[in-house]
T-cell receptor, first 113, second 121 residues
Framework: LAKTTQPISMDSYEGQEVNITCSHNNIATNDYITWYQQFPSQGPRFIIQGYKTKVTNEVASLFIPADRKSSTLSLPRVSLSDTAVYYCLVGDHLYNQGGKLIFGQGTELSVKP | DAGVIQSPRHEVTEMGQEVTLRCKPISGHNSLFWYRQTMMRGLELLIYFNNNVPIDDSGMPEDRFSAKMPNASFSTLKIQPSEPRDSAVYFC???????????????????FGPGTRLTVL
């Protein structure tokens, strides 16, 4: 399983764009990059998933360079409600891992007014 | 859709007692996962089922823990006897699975329940 490294914590202010970078030097050819978000006292929630280049949805964007050894989750114009822990996961979750998700320590994002 | 349902939401028990946590996955999902979260160890996968069959229980900490999935709509995680170090938030998650696209396999998004906060005194 590819190991991921991400900052333990980040601070931001409302209205700013937040970029959280995850390193995954040992990513395999069939691996996808997935981000989950966890609010206090709730279970994690899927945010976005990508394989290469850029993926965008209504919540975030995911930037993946050509070598795929890292990825950046971008949250546009954060609000206080975006305060949460963000997890970066890498793997061929469905087939090679049987659907297993291996969560790292995550990045605790604190958004201030 | 009510999402993944877990009960109870909170459980306080004394050391040595049996604890049973319950989970109802999202209808139509064929995978079910039990996780445990603590400050010290983060979020750990305990066991998961595919089509009601246990696939991987390597994360179950010891024999005091057992999990069952008698049908597609119900699963239990039992701790007997419970110990203070079992205190944690236990999450159940379910997933539908997806088919491959363009030769690349797709990811199985998991939907988490609200969790059961267990305190063993």
């Amino acid at each position: 399983l590819a190991k991921t490294t991400q900052p333990i914590s980040m601070d931001s202010y409302e209205g700013q764009e937040v970029n959280i970078t995850c390193s995954h030097n040992n990513i395999a050819t069939n691996d996808y990059i997935t981000w989950y978000q966890q609010f206090p006292s709730q279970g994690p929630r899927f945010i976005i998933q990508g394989y290469k280049t850029k993926v965008t949805n209504e919540v975030a964007s995911l930037f993946i360079p050509a070598d795929r050894k890292s990825s950046t989750l971008s949250l546009p114009r954060v609000s206080l409600s975006d305060t949460a822990v963000y997890y970066c996961l890498v793997g061929d979750h469905l087939y090679n891992q049987g659907g297993k998700l291996i969560f790292g320590q995550g990045t605790e994002l604190s958004v201030k007014p | 859709d009510a999402g993944v349902i877990q009960s109870p939401r909170h459980e306080v028990t004394e050391m040595g007692q049996e604890v049973t946590l319950r989970c109802k996955p999202i209808s139509g999902h064929n995978s079910l996962f039990w996780y445990r979260q603590t400050m010290m160890r983060g979020l750990e996968l305990l066991i998961y089922f595919n089509n009601n069959v246990p696939i991987d229980d390597s994360g179950m900490p010891e024999d005091r823990f057992s999990a069952k999935m008698p049908n597609a709509s119900f699963s239990t995680l039992k701790i007997q006897p419970s110990e203070p170090r079992d205190s944690a938030v236990y999450f159940c998650a379910s997933g539908a699975g997806t088919s491959g696209r363009g030769g690349l396999r797709s990811y199985n998004e998991q939907f988490f329940g609200p969790g059961t906060r267990l305190t063993v005194l």
